[in-house]
């Protein structure tokens, strides 16, 4: 980049009151794991200019590939002709102004930016070696890898700039007895991608139980994996953007200051995370990024705003802005409740079921909250604090499991027991915000299971 | 504007195939994409913002070595086409990939034709929208958003083809939360057509919303709760649609039979061992046809410059045809039959859905509610699913009827349609002539892309035997 974003911004500033410019240069490459192999490259190489801009509280957002002089002049033409008819955002109240200072080189790895061939097929051969010598018989995957530099000019007086990488393996492990696990670990650093271990972890679970059962209708203790848990507690993050709330699309409308879950369970949204794919040093408006407890002991503390939503509220911005709405970051939940070990967990349920992963989450009711979701990969009966034996609803052959959980967000929020083990970022394959999060206990969750 | 910018770039288009052939690539197709879209949001009568998304980018697509490449750019010059190429021949040695190739040469240009599109109108629409649908007092909540979009492609590959298109979009959703007795229920109502902006008026939006919001208003002053469960049920075109959809579409797309999408979107209970499996009763036929005309899911020449035709994937209950592009062609030795679709050039293009359908009967809905004498009848939707192979769906009724002695008697606030994928469609007993397609955007692949599909087709009835799984 060399001084796009400056360039658009004098072309458009004396078109509007406010004015975000945020120019960023990405590449993105995906590699394909096929049966235990390489098989293709998705890549990419772009530059887009974000635009945020407002006159006379209408408001306006718009993209910018073609940074040449003319295409820039045909887009303020183009802005300054739709401002004498874009209606007003009656609740628009402006961007933040001021001098910040950044962390500089969080979320950067030069390792991971001058990452050669080499280096990334090693690392894939590797995971598939540790996935295959734990007893996988297919391995199917993908590894993802993302490396940019950002600089945002404002009309609130704020320049900055950051750099960014990431990289993200996803590994399903098929086992020869019908069972299959998924692993996805995501780092800012090439070293701290452990892909060796990522490969052990997609087969852990392959020969965790002999037997295998069917399970009955009912009410169960759950022990969520961080995949699955992740997949469902990255939900408190969308629920808890105002914009969101607004929407109606939030089971957290009307519950500032009340109980939402168990008093011993906190979430918080942190963009500050060193290793977390959400993290960033400025939001989308510039303000630096931070922490934010959305849940605090069981009570609903904060939604995330940006300047305009936090006056509108009379509350301060929690650094979250998005190019319009406010968007969650990395979400952290954490449990007092947390026993020393994962096995020490399993060890402290009677009657329960271990889900490692889940998917297709679908809200009844987006303010209410309900929702079902279907276990994916493995499933275990926990007896006696022991995993006993592998759930197969759906005949021995079939790699379905064949249940499906139903429960509320906030019913599971406040039924969750205990958690233990190590803390993970859970990052699903479609890319919901990252959650950290150990392995967890939710108490009484009812689950539906299939005849075959 | 479109149509001189993609002249500038057939040169770049061409000069990519011939790049990739140099670099000693068995196949190689180029495609440049121009876009504008425009979107309009309102949450409860407050505006949000215009969002106005220009873009253009070229994508070289080329098989070399046994790999498969898709590299793309925003910035649709030599200089970046050139370092993309270079900084992303990654694999070594032998891929284990291939694709069908050696297709015959085609030519091809088409236009959706469209009535209007003005940026005034489209946001007027809205504004009025929201404010008919906010006169019903029990809608507390309401949220519409709606845009109007173009995409122009020119594409050509090293088989020697041609082929340029350029299709419009409008389209959008909006959610209506109703409140009565202290109780909430939600309804989401997508809607989309390649089409220009007068869709919307022909869609009757505002009309269906209201419907809507006052049955689930009587379902909840009036609903009953059963934990009965039911033999007989009869759906509706839009049950019938998402069951499609997600039962059959899905798990007969050839790269989720071949384990591709295994870590990503899922697998499939249709196995290159069980291909021509009893799917269904002989009531069932279920098409997928991308070339019906102005529909959400049109296409004519798919991302792999392969000619679209309607593809029937169930015939009379029997598996009949895979959805098929030329990766998984050349993996099952049989030809592409015109699936590969991306969301926009910055994607690799995979098999999807384009407008997948049951075939209407000769019935009306009434007949099948008389047939089905006792049972129960689901109109709409909210929350479904469907297990990692496609075999075990759930489809939660937010509108319900008791059928009680062939009419429809109270509604039923928690029904639950809760089957096994195979009991669901050999259950298909009986259907109405009315046929509706509904729109949606199909979710698939790593980084996830969204395409616009329909999906539907006429009433059913259901009639599950002893072993059906019919759930409350």
Known sequence: MSGEARKIFNILKSEVD???????????????????????????????????????????????????????????????????????????????????????????????????????????????????????????GMLSIYKAKEEIITSGGIEAEDKSTAIKLSLRAFGDRSLTGQAIRASRSLNRLDFRKTGEEASAFLNAAREESRLEDGEYEILYMPLAAGELIAGVGDSASIGSVESGFSFLAGKKGKLVASKQVSVLDDATIEEGLGSYSFDEEGVPSRKTAIIENGVLKSYLHNTSTARKYKTKTTGSAGLLDPQPSNIVLKHKKSYASFDKLVASIDRGVLITNTWYTRFKNYQTGEFSTVPRDSAFIIKRGSIEKAIKNMGKESIGIGIRISDSMEGMLKRMRAEGGETVQAVGWDDPSPVFIKPIAVEKVRITAASW | MRKGLIDEKKELVDYAIRKATSMGADYAEATFESSRGESYTIKNSVMSGAVIAESQGLRVRFLNGGYIYSLSTNQPDKDSLERLMESNMLLRGE??????????????????????????????????????????????????????????????????????????????????????????????????????????????????????????????????????????????????????????????????????????????????????????????????????????????????????????????????????????????????????????????????????????????????????????????????????????????????????????????????????????????????????????????????????????????????????????
């Open chain 2, 95 to 472: 891929g284990p990939t291939g694709m069908e190739i050696s297709r015959e040469r085609t030519s091809a240009e088409y236009k959706v034709k469209y009535g209007r599109y003005d940026s005034r109108e489209l946001q007027n629409f809205i504004t009025r929208l929201d404010r008919d649908i906010s006169k019903y007092a029990p809608i507390k909540s309401r949220f519409v958003t709606a845009g109007f979009s173009i995409v122009s492609r020119y594409y050509m590959n090293s088989e020697g083809s041609v082929i340029e298109s350029t299709i419009p979009y409008s389209d959008g959703f909006m959610t209506v939360t109703v409140e009565s007795k202290g109780e909430r229920r939600q309804r989401n109502i997508q809607f989309g057509a390649a089409d220009g902006i007068e869709y919307f008026e022909r869609a009757k939006l505002d009309e269906k919303a209201l419907e809507d919001a006052k049955n689930m208003k009587k379902v909840i002053d009036n609903g009953i709760n059963t934990r009965e469960s039911f033999s007989n049920v009869v759906i509706s075109s839009e049950i019938a649609g998402i069951a499609v959809h997600e039962s059959v579409g899905h798990p007969n797309e050839a790269d989720r039979v071949l384990g591709r999408e295994a870590a990503q979107a899922g697998t499939s209970y249709v196995t290159p061992e069980n291909l021509g499996m009893r799917i269904g009763s002989k009531e069932v036929t279920i098409c997928d046809d991308p070339t019906i005309k102005n529909s959400y899911g049109f296409y004519l020449y798919d991302d792999e410059g392969v000619q679209a035709r309607n593809r029937t994937i169930v015939e009379n209950g029997m598996q009949n045809e895979l959805l098929h592009n030329r990766q998984s062609a050349y993996a099952l030795k049989t030809e592409s039959n015109g699936s590969a679709r991306s969301t926009a050039v910055g994607f690799e293009p995979i098999i999807r859905m384009a407008n997948t359908y049951l075939t209407p009967g000769k019935a009306d809905l009434d007949e099948l509610i008389e047939e089905a004498k006792n049972g129960i009848y689901v109109k709409n939707f909210t929350e479904w699913n469907i297990d990692d192979t496609r075999s075990f769906s759930r489809y939660q009724g937010n509108e319900a009827y008791l059928i009680e002695n062939g009419r429809i008697g109270k509604p039923v606030k928690n029904f639950v349609l809760e089957t096994r994928t195979l009991d669901f469609w050999s259950a298909v007993e009986l259907k109405s002539r009315d046929f509706v397609l509904y729109a949606g955007t199909c979710g698939k692949g790593e980084p996830e892309q969204g395409v616009p599909v329909l999906m539907g087709g006429p009433d059913v009835l259901l009639k599950f035997d002893k072993r059906g799984n019919a759930k409350r």
């Open chain 1, 18 to 140: 406010d004015l975000v410019v945020n120019v960023s240069e990405g590449y993105t490459t995906f590699v394909k794991i096929y049966e235990g192999r390489s098989e293709s490259v998705t890549g990419s190489r772009d530059m887009i200019a974000s635009i945020f801009l407002a006159k006379d509280k209408k408001v306006m957002a718009t993209y910018l590939n073609d940074f040449r002089e003319r295409s820039i002049e045909a887009k303020a033409k183009e802005i300054s002709s739709m401002l004498h008819y874009v209606e007003k955002k009656e609740d628009y109240y402006g961007i933040a102004s001021g001098k910040f200072k950044y962390a500089k080189g969080r979320n950067f790895d030069r390792k991971l930016w001058d990452a050669d061939a080499g280096r990334i097929n090693d690392g894939i051969d590797s995971a598939i070696a540790a996935a295959s010598g734990n007893g996988a018989a297919k391995v199917h």
